[in-house]
């Protein structure tokens, strides 16, 4: 029971919190790098294996953790390598849309870090590329493109990360070198190829605390003060003063005495009504003045009617939790009751009925009303008593309780007995 409790109380608490936590979506980012063009390029003219001449600046938006958008532009200059063949200038810019993944979250690397993370983005766009030297000097070529780049992060805090960036751009209908030096031949597909590395800031724009680059749903209760706090206060709910099976926060008399027998609330009970509780009450069956230690004290009906009438009509019973065919605690004194009753009158056979409430499907429930049952006829056995005189049988669902309290399910999952 007690880790039923403890696991939907801890389940209820984290739901509560995740949803109640929200994160920054948008940054914009500025970095700057080097830059390099691989083809085309005429016969003869090299650029450098890093030029130091391009700039990147984008706007992203994250929808979660994993997914979002990033707007970007981008602009730079390819040169040629000093005093190593003809010498070229081209500007160039960019416009793309695309689409960034969060690999970092995917692949959970808050499992070994906090502070390092990956995104990976992708998309198409539209640029111009301007010679401004040789043959094509001054054309503008218009051009279309492809974006893939991959971009480690460092976080520096919650408002700034450190990135660095590779991306490989293909342009499409590109109509001449990038040296303008020639004209293509296929100025069709995507014919110019070049990739761009840069280093810069991502800032973080929003109130809330974390963004969504480094946002974990787990973090507001999964710090090692926050969870031994709740863990602590669970604990401190779950403890059984009295040692009845019942946990202090649902038991209502949290002092009954060592071997009392309760019900579910944790009070104590009094089977007869004689104000004398069972467990000092001689004759628990039968009224009578505590002077006389519950007993009556004039002579009645046999005590063993007064007992079969309490065990028949259902005042006897053992308690189960919420899909479980282990006894509660407090109740399985029931089961002990029946046993004493059953030595002392070795005439009377018993049949052992297990219920179950309406919560789940309906065969799944006539099962385990069944496996309740066999667990106190496991009981009354292992006790002493002959299996010969038992047996037990489940009846399904108790459809005679409101289903809609919880209350009235805790009392519908339960084993009765009946005398024969």
């Known amino acids: 029971m007690k880790?039923?409790?403890?696991?939907?109380?801890?389940?209820?608490?984290?739901?509560?919190?995740?949803?109640?936590?929200?994160?920054?979506?948008?940054?914009?980012?500025?970095?700057?790098?080097?830059?390099?063009?691989?083809?085309?390029?005429?016969?003869?003219?090299?650029?450098?294996?890093?030029?130091?001449?391009?700039?990147?600046?984008?706007?992203r938006y994250m929808a979660n953790e994993k997914f979002g958008l990033k707007l970007d532009y981008g602009l730079g200059t390819f040169k040629s390598v000093d005093g190593e063949g003809p010498s070229f200038e081209t500007k160039y810019n960019r416009f793309d849309l695309q689409g960034v993944a969060n690999i970092g979250r995917m692949m959970n690397f808050e499992s070994f870090t906090r502070t390092l993370g990956l995104l990976l983005h992708g998309g198409a766009g539209f640029g111009l590329v301007n010679p401004e030297e040789?043959?094509?000097?001054?054309?503008?070529?218009?051009?279309?493109?492809?974006?893939?780049?991959?971009?480690?992060?460092?976080?520096?805090?919650?408002?700034?990360?450190?990135?660095?960036?590779?991306?490989?751009?293909?342009?499409?209908?590109?109509?001449?070198?990038?040296?303008?030096?020639?004209?293509?031949?296929?100025?069709?597909?995507?014919?110019?190829?070049?990739?761009?590395?840069?280093i810069g800031l991502n800032f973080y724009l929003g109130k809330a605390?974390?963004?969504?680059?480094?946002?974990?749903?787990?973090?507001?209760?999964?710090?090692?003060?926050?969870?031994?706090?709740q863990i602590n206060g669970i604990k401190d709910m779950l403890k059984d003063s009295d040692g009845d099976g019942v946990p202090d926060y649902l038991d209502k008399e949290p002092n009954t005495p060592v071997g009392a027998r309760v019900n579910s609330a944790g009070v104590t009970l009094d089977?007869?009504?004689d104000g004398t509780p069972d467990h000092v009450d001689k004759c628990p069956?039968?009224?009578?003045?505590?002077?006389?230690?519950?007993?009556?004290?004039?002579?009645?009906?046999?005590?063993?009617?007064?007992?079969?009438?309490?065990?028949?009509?259902?005042?006897?019973?053992?308690?189960?939790?919420?899909?479980?065919?282990?006894?509660?605690?407090?109740?399985?004194?029931?089961?002990?009751?029946?046993a004493n009753f059953m030595k002392k009158n070795p005439g009377v056979k018993v049949e052992i009925k297990g219920f179950a409430d309406e919560l789940g499907p309906e065969d799944y429930n006539m099962k385990l009303s069944e496996s309740r049952a066999k667990a106190v006829y496991d009981l009354l056995v292992a006790s002493g008593v002959d299996a010969s005189r038992l047996t037990f049988k489940g009846y399904g669902e108790d459809?005679?309780?409101d289903k809609a309290s919880a209350d009235a399910r805790q009392m519908a999952r339960r084993a009765s007995f009946e005398i024969k």
């Open 209 to 229: 605390e974390q963004h969504a680059d480094w946002y974990i749903a787990a973090d507001k209760y999964a710090t090692k003060e926050e969870l031994a706090s």
């Open 134 to 198: 040789n043959t094509f000097s001054d054309f503008d070529d218009n051009v279309y493109n492809f974006i893939f780049g991959i971009t480690p992060q460092v976080k520096l805090g919650n408002k700034v990360a450190l990135v660095a960036d590779i991306s490989t751009i293909l342009n499409g209908r590109q109509s001449v070198s990038f040296d303008g030096g020639s004209s293509e031949t296929y100025p069709y597909g995507a014919n110019g190829t070049w990739w761009t590395g840069t």
């Open 3 to 59: 880790k039923f409790i403890l696991s939907s109380l801890m389940a209820g608490a984290l739901a509560l919190t995740a949803n109640a936590q929200e994160f920054n979506k948008w940054s914009i980012e500025a970095t700057g790098g080097f830059n390099k063009p691989m083809a085309p390029l005429t016969t003869g003219f090299l650029s450098p294996t890093l030029n130091l001449g391009h700039v990147d600046f984008g706007v």
């Open 399 to 401: 459809t005679s309780v």
């Open 285 to 338: 069956f039968q009224p009578g003045p505590s002077s006389t230690s519950g007993c009556p004290t004039t002579v009645v009906v046999d005590e063993v009617d007064y007992l079969k009438k309490a065990i028949n009509d259902g005042y006897v019973n053992v308690y189960y939790a919420f899909d479980s065919d282990k006894p509660l605690g407090y109740s399985v004194s029931s089961a002990q009751y029946v």
């Open 271 to 273: 089977s007869d009504g």
